[in-house]
């Protein structure tokens, strides 16, 4: 592959509430045993993509202890290989990350060392399965300055928080919002961007002289009618995680038959880091339908179209519906849990009630289990 990697997976988003209170949203339980930046990852390794970096930032102690060895994403190698780069003080600069632009000009020291003559830029909020060897070979074909891969949402969604794009015939871009008030287009950019190795350098290189740190704003929206920027569209599965509702509505895609097997039973697979868990049990009395229940979860209870992430306790009579229980979570005996998110290593109590009735309810139990 003659690419090198770049994931952006330093953001945070207030459309998370309180899930992205304790961590990175590119650190988001995915389908039960899953990260969401793991779908990235999966597809650099999977394409290819000999070297990685990944540039973290807000809530980063989760995420950077989820990628602490690069071996399970195969990125374990002697040439190359899987970099996290966090926000370092130096002489000529003690910001944080101020932006996606400035994230890479902090770390443009790893473009230049680099011999890879492309690089590919991809967000850790997505999920998806993609070749970037397509999108590279599109992108030549092309002779496209930057190529954006895009996706044509349906009709129905909400397509506000995402950069909306319009194309010609030839599917070159010709408009470029980011987050707009009302959009007459459905076809979004899913964050992922081709460009020579060489351009994005001088590029990011004149934003920093201009003060200028987002990629999207300041490169893509700013060139977009003086460099040949297209869009290549993305024609399975992708969604991003990086609101509530959105966050619910992937993982519950994962009850549906033809999503599992596209992610779980086709090639190429989707790696992980992985613990070492004893199979889910079922106690005598436990009731589950169309669920995904993880390694390490006990049974007593009644689970119905819901996703239990790892080490999940299910105390007698408990009935869960419609909700997702991040991992090691204790619900106590005769507890209801419908229309939820229920966040990681709580205890609920017994005889809890919680139920979302116009929206997804997030529950937070602010109970010390682990006393030192």
């Not at 902090?106 to 399965?129: T, W």
């Not at 871009?173 to 994005?200: A, D, W």
């Amino acid at each position: 592959m003659r690419a090198v990697g770049i994931i952006l997976a330093g953001g945070n988003n207030h459309r998370m509430k309180e899930l992205s209170n304790k961590r990175a949203i590119a650190a988001m339980p995915i389908a039960g045993s899953y990260r969401s930046i793991d779908f990235a990852l999966s597809n650099m390794t999977n394409s290819g993509v000999q070297k990685v970096a990944v540039l973290t930032q807000y809530n980063a102690r989760s995420l950077n202890e989820h990628l602490s060895s690069s071996k399970w994403w195969n990125f374990g190698r002697k040439q190359g290989g899987m970099f996290v780069f966090t926000p370092t003080i130096t002489k000529e600069n003690s910001f944080w990350y101020q932006g996606t632009a400035d994230a890479i000009y902090q770390n443009l020291d790893f473009l230049k060392r680099c011999h890879e003559p492309y690089v590919i830029i991809a967000s850790g909020d997505g999920v998806y399965k993609l070749d970037y060897n397509k999108v590279l070979e599109y992108h030549i074909q092309k002779k496209a300055d930057i190529t954006v891969v895009c996706k044509e949402l349906p009709s129905t969604e909400d397509v506000t928080r995402f950069g909306v794009l319009k194309m010609n015939e030839d599917c070159r871009i010709e408009e470029f919002e980011e987050k707009p008030m009302v959009s007459n287009s459905n076809i979004v950019s899913t964050g992922i961007y081709v460009i020579r190795r060489r351009q994005l350098i001088e590029l990011v290189e004149r934003c920093a002289q201009e003060d200028r740190y987002d990629f999207v704003k300041d490169i893509l929206i700013r060139y977009k009618n003086l460099k040949r920027i297209y869009g290549y569209k993305m024609q399975d599965y992708w969604s991003n995680i990086a609101a509530v509702d959105s966050y619910y509505r992937t993982n519950m895609d994962f009850l549906k038959p033809e999503v599992r097997n596209y992610f779980f039973h086709q090639y190429p697979d989707i790696y992980s880091k992985v613990d070492d868990l004893p199979p889910a049990k079922y106690n005598p009395g436990s009731e589950v339908r169309n669920s995904l229940v993880s390694a390490g979860c006990i049974i007593n209870g009644t689970v119905e179209n819901s996703i239990l992430f790892k080490k999940v306790f299910v105390g007698e009579n408990c009935v869960i519906k419609n909700s997702i229980i991040l991992n090691d979570v204790y619900l106590g005996d005769n507890t209801h849990i419908e229309n939820c998110i229920v966040e990681s290593r709580d205890t609920i109590r017994a005889n809890s009630y919680h139920v979302g009735e116009d929206d997804i309810k997030i529950v937070i139990e602010k109970n010390e289990r682990y006393v030192l």
